[in-house]
């Protein structure tokens, strides 16, 4: 599906109407229909944003991460934070478990969909960085995360 913006559409609804002040035109052809096999946008899978889909599979990457925690449910919510093009999905755990009361896991984004690069910690309030992935490789990130960092949960 594409996304039109409010004032395209508008323009366009209005269209038929503006026809009787314009010159004649040539009959337009109908566009066809997108290819099935048509490539999705980078960082897309399906036709979801690379930011959605992180945060759709951040709560079962913490369970993975985080394995002597199996009882642990994760909220996954966007960041405002940017490093570059990646993705920051924050993360809060149900419970005080795991060590951390929050986490921000820090995604790439490829023609594969999104792929985990680090984890960092809230940490005496600030974000630190606890972990990486092999996927990283040789791309250096910051020991902290830039911000203050907030209460987990709050708005």
Do not use: K
Not at 99 to 124: K, N, Q, S, W
């Amino acid at each position: 599906m594409v996304r039109v913006p409010r004032t395209v559409a508008l323009a366009l609804a209005a269209m038929p109407f503006l026809g009787a002040c314009s010159p004649a035109e040539e009959p337009q052809v109908p566009a066809s229909p997108p290819s099935e096999h048509a490539s999705p946008p980078v960082g897309a899978v399906g036709s979801m944003e690379c930011g959605d889909s992180a945060l759709l599979e951040a709560p079962g990457e913490a369970a993975t991460a985080f394995p002597d925690n199996p009882g642990v449910e994760w909220t996954a919510r966007p960041t405002d934070v940017v490093i570059g093009e990646l993705v920051i999905v924050g993360l809060t755990p149900d419970r005080d478990e795991v060590g951390y009361p929050e986490l921000r896991f820090v995604y790439r984004c490829d023609t594969h969909g999104p792929a985990r690069i680090a984890t960092y910690a809230l940490d005496e309030g600030r974000f630190v960085l606890l972990a990486t992935t092999d996927v990283l490789g040789d791309e250096e990130l910051p020991a902290e995360l830039a911000g203050p960092a907030a209460e987990p949960g709050a708005p």
